[in-house]
T-cell receptor, first 119, second 111 residues
Framework: EPEVTQTPSHQVTQMGQEVILRCVPISNHLYFYWYRQILGQKVEFLVSFYNNEISEKSEIFDDQFSVERPDGSNFTLKIRSTKLEDSAMYFC?????????????????FGPGTRLTVL | EDQVTQSPEALRLQEGESSSLNCSYTVSGLRGLFWYRQDPGKGPEFLFTLYSAGEEKEKERLKATLTKKESFLHITAPKPEDSATYLC????????????FGSGTRLQVQP
């Protein structure tokens, strides 16, 4: 069964360093997402990406963050200068193109996550 | 104000003891309601999508239902392997795809 994969599973970095989290979405999916979950808190939306551009972003997704689809399979999240409060699980998700007709929101399938620890 | 609220926060059941988890939402224009299962240290695993009031979906011991104000995840005769956190999430805004998650219900099923 196709699945979303993420690397690395755990990343430890020093405050102020740049990190890149990598994801390989399901191959026929066209929408890609990043979410994060701080320990003990809700899963929060960061950004969605479609047709090689950002389609939505949350207030959390400020200038420190960027996303890229560098090739036909990878989708990356870059954090330019990490802060202590960026420590969280980061989940990548993907979904198919929308179905025909209104009200069709295809399921988002999540990867296993990258645990980011900022020291 | 929370737009997706789940209750209870935690639930402990004996094996075979059926129960229901609640997910309520406060926006009038919900575009889709999703249920996920999350095991510790893992990503959310998709279970169900519901779009309109009255809709029901089933998978093994789980059944999800939707009304105009809330959704229920019914667990019938649960087994210890059903222990997990169950998350509901809504697509709140027209034209958007971002999921707004609730805080989850931590379910523990004891043998």
């Amino acid at each position: 069964e196709p699945e979303v994969t993420q690397t690395p599973s755990h990343q430890v970095t020093q405050m102020g360093q740049e990190v890149i989290l990598r994801c390989v979405p399901i191959s026929n999916h066209l929408y890609f997402y990043w979410y994060r979950q701080i320990l003990g808190q809700k899963v929060e939306f960061l950004v969605s990406f479609y047709n090689n551009e950002i389609s939505e972003k949350s207030e959390i997704f400020d200038d420190q963050f960027s996303v890229e689809r560098p090739d036909g399979s990878n989708f990356t999240l870059k954090i330019r200068s990490t802060k202590l409060e960026d420590s969280a699980m980061y989940f990548c998700a993907s979904s198919e193109a929308p179905g025909v007709g209104s009200g069709s929101y295809n399921e988002q399938f999540f990867g296993p996550g990258t645990r980011l620890t900022v020291l | 104000e929370d737009q997706v609220t789940q209750s209870p926060e935690a639930l402990r059941l004996q094996e075979g003891e059926s129960s229901s988890l609640n997910c309520s939402y406060t926006v009038s224009g919900l575009r889709g309601l999703f249920w996920y299962r999350q095991d510790p240290g893992k990503g959310p695993e998709f279970l169900f999508t519901l779009y309109s009031a009255g809709e029901e979906k089933e998978k093994e011991r789980l059944k999800a239902t939707l009304t105009k104000k809330e959704s229920f995840l019914h667990i019938t005769a649960p087994k210890p392997e059903d222990s997990a956190t169950y998350l509901c999430a809504g697509v709140i805004d027209t034209g958007r795809r971002a999921l707004t998650f609730g805080s989850g219900t931590r379910l523990q099923v004891q043998p």
